[in-house]
């Protein structure tokens, strides 16, 4: 059954991926408002498209903890599911901070090249921070959230990566609070898995971090802290201890 559901799934994003694609290419005229709502149309179908072929529901826990105004997003990353859902359903539009390859996917890249997000130049890797400041900046400034994943990559579920340091500098810069962000969807979709497993997934918002009186070392373990230790309260099972501290960079 499990194979049958995610071959169905599998069936359905790439039926439903390319329409919207192009559709987001004949909009491309349109304010950027419209186009970024018609482009996330399609990750939002994906999450709701997971939910009724695969069974992985969700839920959100601090949601309260979402400010009206300006943010920065760090967050957990151990899937792809939570990828798809930030854009589909977080109440501004979210800026991902992605390498400028992407834009050349067909169809994915072509959509994601006119959200005008953060994309950054890996070739150039001296200057691919301050394109994620000098951009980051613009892109707060239009009332948006810029999203960063500290770990870098996906971790396995009970697992820590090391938390680099780009979204505690981009908010140090801009003097931007952060809203950390934890999340089990790992749980349900592995990194690279075809099969995913049906259950409940819970995206929690933490309480915002200002900035301001912190180093950027400061504020990014203290986005360490906070994920780390909501993730042994989402999923105890997975963890022997409190989590380590120090394991920034």
């Given at each position: 059954m499990g194979i049958i559901r995610a071959s169905l799934y599998q069936l359905f994003l790439l039926i439903t991926v390319i329409p919207f694609a192009i559709l987001s290419l004949i909009c491309a005229p349109l304010p950027l408002e419209w186009r970024y709502r018609i482009t996330a149309g399609w990750p939002r179908l994906a999450v709701l498209g997971a939910r009724f072929i695969l069974g992985i529901r969700w839920q959100t826990k601090g949601w309260e903890n979402l400010p009206t105004g300006k943010a920065i997003i760090l967050s957990k990353h151990q899937s792809a599911w939570e990828t798809l859902f930030f854009p589909a359903y977080m109440p501004r539009q979210v800026c991902f901070v992605y390498k400028r390859e992407l834009h050349k996917v067909p169809?994915?890249?072509?959509?994601?090249?006119?959200?005008?997000?953060?994309?950054?130049?890996?070739?150039?890797?001296?200057?691919?921070?301050?394109?994620?400041?000098?951009?980051?900046?613009?892109?707060?400034?239009?009332?948006?959230?810029?999203?960063?994943?500290?770990?870098?990559?996906?971790?396995?579920?009970?697992?820590?990566?090391?938390?680099?340091?780009?979204?505690?500098?981009?908010?140090?810069?801009?003097?931007?609070?952060?809203?950390?962000?934890?999340?089990?969807?790992?749980?349900?979709?592995?990194?690279?898995?075809?099969?995913?497993?049906?259950?409940?997934?819970?995206?929690?918002?933490?309480?915002?971090?200002?900035?301001?009186?912190?180093?950027?070392?400061?504020?990014?373990?203290?986005?360490?802290?906070?994920?780390?230790?909501?993730?042994?309260?989402?999923?105890?099972?997975?963890?022997?201890?409190?989590?380590?501290?120090?394991?920034?960079?």
């Open positions: 169809f994915f890249g072509w959509g994601l090249a006119l959200l005008r997000m953060i994309p950054i130049d890996r070739a150039k890797s001296r200057d691919a921070f301050e394109q994620v400041v000098k951009v980051g900046q613009q892109r707060i400034d239009e009332g948006r959230w810029p999203l960063l994943f500290p770990e870098g990559t996906r971790t396995a579920p009970g697992s820590t990566g090391r938390y680099k340091m780009g979204g505690a500098l981009l908010a140090s810069r801009t003097g931007t609070q952060v809203i950390p962000v934890a999340h089990n969807a790992g749980e349900l979709w592995r990194r690279n898995a075809f099969i995913k497993t049906p259950g409940l997934v819970t995206i929690s918002f933490g309480p915002p971090i200002d900035p301001a009186g912190l180093t950027p070392e400061e504020l990014n373990q203290r986005v360490q802290t906070w994920i780390e230790t909501e993730m042994r309260v989402l999923n105890p099972e997975r963890y022997d201890g409190p989590p380590a501290t120090g394991s920034v960079s």
